[in-house]
C-alpha cells in the first residue's frame, strides 16, 4: 500500500480536477470498504492514488435545497442518525443508518461510499429507492432506478464523483433488515416500502438492490395480497455461505407481509 | 507531511498518507497498545478516537488525521482501566484498548448507561475471552 500515492484536495474544484487527471485514481471517503480492499490488495485495476474527500466541507451536512432533503455525499451515518431534519423526514434512512455496522462504521461510513461500493447488501441503497433519491455527481443528478447497472456496477464514470443525495419530503417509508444479529452483519434481506406513489425496493436478493416491479404494480392497485404473491417473481436470490435462495424468498415474502400491514 | 495531535502532542509524520493509521501508530510512534485483530474492520482491537468519535484505525489512512486529534490507549486516564482490573474484565487483552476507548466515549457522553447502552456502544468490540459480562460489569461500575 505505500505506493498508493494519497492526494488531500484543497476543496471540491481541486478534487474534481485531480480525480479528471490523475490515472488511476480513486475517492477515498470513509474507507470503510475502500480500506479493506486496499490493504487485502483485491482491488483490480490497483489503485496508483487515493483521493481523499472525506473532509470536503461541500460533501458533508444535511440541508434544504429546492425543496428537497440533501444530505453530503461524504456525511457519516451518525451525522445522518443525528439530523434532526433526518429524523424528521427520512426516519427510514435514519432507521438504515442505526443498523450498519457499529459505532467504529456508523462514525466514518457514507451514502457516496455505500453507492459507489454498490454491493447488493448494501442497506442504504433500498431505502434510497423507495425514495426516489436522486444521485447528485459533480457532473450530473442521476436518478436512484438508473444508477445500478449490474453486480457491483454503477451508472458513475470511473472519475465521477458523487457529491450529494437528494430526498423528497413527503413519502413515507418504512424499513426493514433481516440478519443474523443486531449489530454488525451483512444483510440477509434488506426491504423498503413506501404506498404513495408505491415501492417496493429490496437488498440483498439479486445482482443489484432492485425495484420489486410486480409487487408495486400489485400495491397500486391496492392489491396487498397479490403484492405479497408477486415480490417471489421479482427477486433473484441467490445460495451462498450465508442463506439458500428458497430461504430468501421466503423471508422476503414475510417481511413484506409485515412492513404492509404497518 | 501528516500533522496531528497524538495524545495531547503535536506529531508530524512524514511517510505516505496512504498508509493505516493503525500501522503508522505502531511502527512509527511505537504506540503498540492499538492492536490488529482482523484488519478488516469487524473485530475493534484497534480502535481508537479521533476527535472523540471512535474509529478503526486500520480503516483509516494517515493522511486524514491531519489536523485531527488522535487518542489511543497510551494517552487514556480513566476509572474504566482500574475497573476492568477489578473485575477481571481482560484475559489475553488483545480487545481491552479498544474496549476502553469504546467504553470511554459512552461514559462521557452517558452517565449512568444501561447494560443495553454498554451493549451496543460496544458492538463494534470483539472478544473471544471473556464472554462479555465483566466487562459490561466494569463498565456498569463506572456509571456515576
Ligand atoms: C465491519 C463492517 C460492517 C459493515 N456493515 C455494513 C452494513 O451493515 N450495511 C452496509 O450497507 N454496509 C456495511 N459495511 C460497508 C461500508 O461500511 C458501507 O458500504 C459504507 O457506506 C461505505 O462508505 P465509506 O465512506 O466508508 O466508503 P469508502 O470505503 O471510502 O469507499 C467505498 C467505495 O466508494 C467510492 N467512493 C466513496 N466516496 C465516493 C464519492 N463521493 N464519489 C464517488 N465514489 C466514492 C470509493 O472509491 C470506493 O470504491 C460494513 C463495513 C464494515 C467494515
Ligand atoms: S483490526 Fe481494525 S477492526 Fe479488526
Ligand atoms: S480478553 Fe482476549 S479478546 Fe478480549
Same mark, same amino acid.
Given at each position: 500500500m505505500r505506493d498508493v500515492t494519497y492526494l488531500r484536495p484543497k476543496d471540491l474544484q481541486d478534487a474534481v480536477q485531480l480525480s479528471r487527471t490523475t490515472p488511476g485514481c480513486r475517492p477515498l471517503a470513509g474507507g470503510t470498504d475502500l480500506m479493506v480492499m486496499l490493504h487485502a490488495r483485491?482491488?483490480?485495476?490497483?489503485?496508483?492514488a487515493i483521493l481523499d474527500v472525506w473532509s470536503l466541507s461541500e460533501l458533508k451536512g444535511v440541508r434544504r435545497v429546492d425543496g428537497m432533503l440533501e444530505i453530503g455525499a461524504a456525511e457519516s451515518y451518525t451525522g445522518i442518525i443525528r439530523s434532526a431534519e433526518a429524523q424528521q423526514h427520512l426516519p427510514a434512512l435514519v432507521a438504515a443508518a442505526r443498523t450498519i455496522g457499529a459505532a467504529q462504521i456508523q462514525n466514518r461510513g457514507t451514502l457516496g461510499g455505500n453507492l459507489a461500493n +454498490?454491493?447488493?447488501?448494501?442497506?442504504?441503497l433500498p431505502v434510497l429507492l423507495a425514495y426516489d433519491a436522486v444521485v447528485v455527481t459533480d457532473r450530473r443528478s442521476i436518478a436512484i432506478d438508473r444508477f445500478f447497472t449490474g453486480y457491483r456496477h454503477t451508472a458513475l464514470q470511473s472519475d465521477e464523483l458523487i457529491t450529494a443525495v437528494r430526498f423528497p419530503l413527503d413519502r413515507q417509508v418504512v424499513f426493514r433488515k433481516v440478519g443474523?444479529?443486531? +449489530?454488525?452483519a451483512i444483510s440477509k434481506v434488506v426491504i423498503a416500502v413506501c404506498r404513495q406513489p408505491a415501492r417496493v425496493a429490496i437488498g440483498s436478493v439479486a445482482e443489484v438492490p432492485l425495484r420489486a416491479s410486480g409487487a408495486e404494480a400489485a400495491l397500486a392497485s391496492g392489491d396487498v395480497a397479490g403484492a405479497i404473491a408477486a415480490v417471489t417473481a421479482d427477486i433473484r436470490p441467490i445460495d451462498d455461505v450465508r442463506s439458500t435462495a428458497t430461504y430468501r424468498q421466503a423471508v422476503t415474502q414475510n417481511v413484506l407481509r409485515e412492513l404492509l400491514r404497518q | 507531511m501528516v500533522q496531528f495531535t497524538l495524545n495531547g502532542r503535536r506529531v508530524s509524520f512524514e511517510g505516505s498518507g496512504s498508509r493505516r493509521l493503525l500501522d503508522v501508530l505502531r511502527?512509527?510512534?511505537?504506540?503498540?497498545?492499538t492492536k490488529e485483530g482482523c484488519?478488516?474492520?469487524?473485530?475493534?482491537?484497534c480502535s481508537v478516537l479521533i476527535d472523540g468519535d471512535v474509529v478503526d484505525s486500520c480503516l483509516v489512512a494517515v493522511g486524514q488525521v491531519e489536523g485531527r486529534d488522535v487518542l489511543t490507549i497510551e494517552g487514556l486516564s480513566s476509572p474504566l482501566q482500574q475497573a476492568f482490573i477489578e473485575h477481571g474484565a481482560a484475559q489475553c487483552g488483545i480487545c481491552t484498548p479498544g474496549m476502553l476507548l469504546a467504553a470511554h466515549v459512552l461514559l462521557q457522553r452517558t452517565t449512568r448507561p444501561s447494560a443495553d447502552d454498554v451493549r451496543e456502544a460496544l458492538a463494534g468490540n470483539l472478544c473471544?475471552?471473556?464472554?462479555?459480562t465483566k466487562i459490561i460489569e466494569a463498565v456498569l461500575s463506572c456509571g456515576t
Open positions: 483485491t482491488l483490480r485495476p490497483a489503485p496508483r +454498490a454491493s447488493p447488501a448494501g442497506d442504504t443474523t444479529r443486531a +449489530a454488525q | 511502527e512509527d510512534f511505537r504506540a503498540t497498545g484488519g478488516e474492520g469487524e473485530c475493534g482491537a473471544r475471552c471473556t464472554g462479555y
